[in-house]
């Protein structure tokens, strides 16, 4: 079975350097569609800002499926969107948007100090999000007896596997 990690429960982390306001959000995206309407209410949310910095992994890890996205917005090339999403992977997040909007503060970062800052805008978002692992898998049906019922909760603890949801009637299902 494969196994990633995802957002249930978006998070947002705040770092300031030399003046600029970096605000850092991350947030569940099921697909390219909702990682770009993520993006577009960040520019709502923060109309006035200068820099709205993106990166998404949506799609099931390691397939065809899966998409790579970040937008640096303006900023120096590789400074900022390639960074985010270079964190969201050391992550094994997927299924992950990260927007990290900029408010300059009049001084000059230069490329060492973006790639810092967006970057540690991001991990201070993922810090305060709520981070589950997916465990990817096939759904089964048994109808048994009671007793083997029994012996089924049994496996299920002795092997540490989430318990299953039972339904109780004439058989267990």
């Known amino acids: 079975m494969s196994e990633y990690r995802t957002i249930r429960k978006s998070g947002q982390g705040?770092?300031?350097e030399k003046k600029s306001r970096f605000i850092g959000e991350v947030h569940y995206a099921k697909d390219l569609?909702?990682?770009?309407?993520?993006?577009?209410?960040?520019?709502?949310k923060y109309y006035d800002a200068r820099h709205h910095c993106f990166a998404c992994i949506v799609g099931a890890p390691g397939t065809p499926d899966e998409i790579l996205r970040s937008n640096d917005d303006g900023e120096p090339g590789g400074t900022a969107g390639k960074p985010m999403l270079e964190v969201l992977g050391g992550e094994d997040l997927h299924y992950a948007a990260a927007v990290v909007t900029r408010y300059f503060g009049g001084t000059l970062l230069g490329t060492g100090g973006l790639v810092r800052a967006y970057t540690a805008a991001v991990r201070a978002a993922i810090e305060n999000a709520d981070i589950i692992t997916v465990i990817q898998g096939y759904r089964l049906s048994?109808?048994?007896?009671?007793?083997?019922?029994?012996?089924l909760q049994y496996i299920y603890a002795k092997e540490q596997l989430p318990q299953p949801e039972i339904e109780y009637g004439q058989d267990v299902v």
Do not use: C, D, N
């Open 33 to 44: 569609s909702s990682a770009e309407s993520f993006l577009s209410a960040a520019r709502k």
């Open 142 to 151: 048994y109808r048994v007896t009671y007793p083997q019922a029994g012996k």
């Open 14 to 16: 705040e770092i300031t």
